[in-house]
């Protein structure tokens, strides 16, 4: 799933993929956020997305990456605890592209900007599975997974729509956003095309149950009857 990492935190695109590796998942799972949507300037992915081509690939079109090159520290921030020694990779890197996507991450922007996808994505799967108790389909076969993958998706952004919309006014005290170029004319464009795309996302689900529908209505006619 594509979740947006600029604050509010809604899944823009949900699929399912039969691939058992997410090397190859990344531009496709990118390349299904809706073009009402706009298209990502900045992607957040963890090492299990970490593939070159498909990288360059979207890079290409203007995409800045952030690919995380190797397992990540749980270290935290106020442990004073003294590090314990570093470990010596059991290979050297030899793609160009991918010391240049470590090198990137160890600078300060690439600190910054990696960080932001732990308060933001990651809790968005941690809803899924808590709040909602959503931690494993009941369903068999892509076509009816992917249907309740993408009604999962659905009713997290109603959830968290209904979260954004309860959030605080701006105090009285402070200057309005202009009414046409402010924040609060942006974010009322984003959420209307939001909306757009969840009812989008319902006339898919609609049109997948009639696909599956029709298809164990034929499986039925062709199955013997009797004992």
């Given at each position: 799933a594509a979740v947006d990492a600029d604050g509010s935190q809604l899944i823009l695109a949900a699929r399912v993929t039969t691939q058992t590796q997410d090397r190859n998942e990344l531009k496709p799972t990118v390349?299904?956020?809706p073009p009402t949507l706009g298209s990502p300037t900045h992607v957040l992915a963890d090492n299990g997305y970490l593939n070159r081509k498909p990288a360059q690939a979207m890079e290409a079109k203007g995409m800045d990456?952030?690919?995380?090159?190797?397992?990540?520290?749980?270290?935290?921030t106020h442990d004073f605890r003294p590090e314990p020694p570093p470990r010596e990779p059991k290979q050297q890197d030899r793609c160009k592209w991918i010391i240049a996507m470590r090198a990137k991450l160890k600078t300060d922007e690439g600190r910054k900007r990696y960080a932001v996808r732990k308060h933001t994505v990651e809790p968005a799967f941690g809803i899924i599975k808590d709040a909602l108790g959503f931690r494993r389909f009941t369903l068999r076969g892509l076509a009816r997974v992917s249907g309740e993958w993408h009604l999962m998706a659905l009713a997290?952004?109603?959830?968290?729509?209904?979260?954004?919309r309860r959030a605080k006014p701006t105090p009285?005290?402070?200057?309005?956003?202009?009414?046409?170029?402010?924040?609060?004319?942006?974010?009322?464009?984003?959420m209307a095309h939001i909306m757009a795309h969840i009812m989008t996302q319902l006339r898919q689900l609609w049109v997948k149950a009639r696909a599956i529908i029709e298809i164990e209505n034929k499986i039925e006619k062709l199955s013997p009857t009797g004992c």
């Amino acid at each position: 799933a594509a979740v947006d990492a600029d604050g509010s935190q809604l899944i823009l695109a949900a699929r399912v993929t039969t691939q058992t590796q997410d090397r190859n998942e990344l531009k496709p799972t990118v390349e299904a956020i809706p073009p009402t949507l706009g298209s990502p300037t900045h992607v957040l992915a963890d090492n299990g997305y970490l593939n070159r081509k498909p990288a360059q690939a979207m890079e290409a079109k203007g995409m800045d990456l952030y690919i995380a090159c190797g397992a990540q520290s749980h270290r935290r921030t106020h442990d004073f605890r003294p590090e314990p020694p570093p470990r010596e990779p059991k290979q050297q890197d030899r793609c160009k592209w991918i010391i240049a996507m470590r090198a990137k991450l160890k600078t300060d922007e690439g600190r910054k900007r990696y960080a932001v996808r732990k308060h933001t994505v990651e809790p968005a799967f941690g809803i899924i599975k808590d709040a909602l108790g959503f931690r494993r389909f009941t369903l068999r076969g892509l076509a009816r997974v992917s249907g309740e993958w993408h009604l999962m998706a659905l009713a997290y952004n109603v959830k968290r729509l209904h979260v954004l919309r309860r959030a605080k006014p701006t105090p009285a005290n402070c200057p309005k956003p202009s009414s046409t170029t402010g924040p609060m004319n942006a974010d009322r464009s984003f959420m209307a095309h939001i909306m757009a795309h969840i009812m989008t996302q319902l006339r898919q689900l609609w049109v997948k149950a009639r696909a599956i529908i029709e298809i164990e209505n034929k499986i039925e006619k062709l199955s013997p009857t009797g004992c």
